[in-house]
């Protein structure tokens, strides 16, 4: 079952959730006009345990160090479960729940959560990682790949970040933090009230993206598309600001985008 793809439909918005490729959602159709880029690796796949690159692969847990796969040399990047087949739980005509069993080579026991809501005019995904055994640090966050152009004008992409990550030779945050500056981009800003980014098809669709957390990755120095990312922490996360889950409080989040034709 975990192999076939799900489809969701409100309106005329139609969601593909592919629980069997990193319980990624596969495909986003407004009106039957396909909003991200189709690929094995692309769709908006979700990051957990951790988002973006950690350096090294290393990240640290109390005195001990974990070594992650370098699966983006020299760094480990976008966390496991992508890499996985989830398992529906629930499944109805605008809504899915599905969940993945955190393995190696993750060193830590602990389920992850995610549902997909869809409804005539947004998407809402909300993701959970509990434990029920140790604690231990992660991350949440989701990766769309969404087209540059549907037809038309390039998307234009609208946010007022409250700083940007300054970005090393390593492409990891140094620490400091800058005025924004304009892209093109692969980097996390700040936007402590929230994310709240806006993406324009000139005389097509307008998308919101929005979510509860602070952090967002923009990526778009691909020519096909442009990647909105937000997530609870910066890049290397685990190991400048951890976040902790723990067997009384799982790590929670969510965004949602919202559209309307223009």
């Known amino acids: 079952m975990s192999d076939e793809d799900i489809t969701l439909t409100a309106g005329d918005a139609e969601v593909t959730v592919r629980p069997g490729n990193g ?12 909003l991200l880029r189709q ?38 990047i976008h966390g496991t479960v992508r890499d996985g087949a989830w398992r529906p739980a629930r499944v109805q005509t605008d809504d899915a729940v599905i969940t993945y069993d955190l393995v190696e080579p993750w060193p ?9 809501a869809l409804t005539p005019d947004s998407l809402t995904l909300t993701m ?9 640090p992660a991350q949440i966050g989701w990766h769309p790949w969404f087209n540059r152009n549907l037809g038309g004008e390039d998307v234009r992409v609208d946010f007022t970040p409250a700083w940007q990550e300054e970005r090393g030779a390593d ?12 892209g ?30 602070e952090w967002v990755v923009v990526y778009d120095e691909q020519e096909a598309a442009v990647c909105v990312e937000p997530q609870t922490g910066p890049p290397d996360g685990l190991n400048t600001l951890p976040r902790l889950v723990t067997p009384l409080e799982p790590l929670e989040a969510a965004t949602t985008w919202t559209w309307r034709r223009l």
Request: aromatic share 10%; proline share 11%.
């Open 23 to 34: 319980g990624r959602v596969g495909g986003l159709r407004i009106g039957g006009v396909e």
């Open 39 to 76: 690929g094995e690796r692309f769709g908006c796949f979700p990051m957990v345990p951790w988002c973006g690159r950690i350096r090294d692969g290393r990240f640290r847990d109390g005195a001990t160090v974990h070594q992650m796969p370098l699966n983006s040399p020299p760094h480990a």
């Open 108 to 116: 830590y026991p602990g389920r992850v959560t995610q549902q997909i």
């Open 128 to 136: 959970s990682v509990e434990t029920y055994d140790s604690s231990f």
């Open 171 to 182: 492409h990891l945050p140094t620490g400091n933090r800058i005025e924004p500056r304009p």
């Open 184 to 213: 093109p981009w692969d980097d996390c800003f700040g936007m402590p009230g929230g994310v709240d980014v806006t993406l324009t098809w000139p005389g097509q669709l307008e998308l919101k993206v929005a979510s509860r957390e």
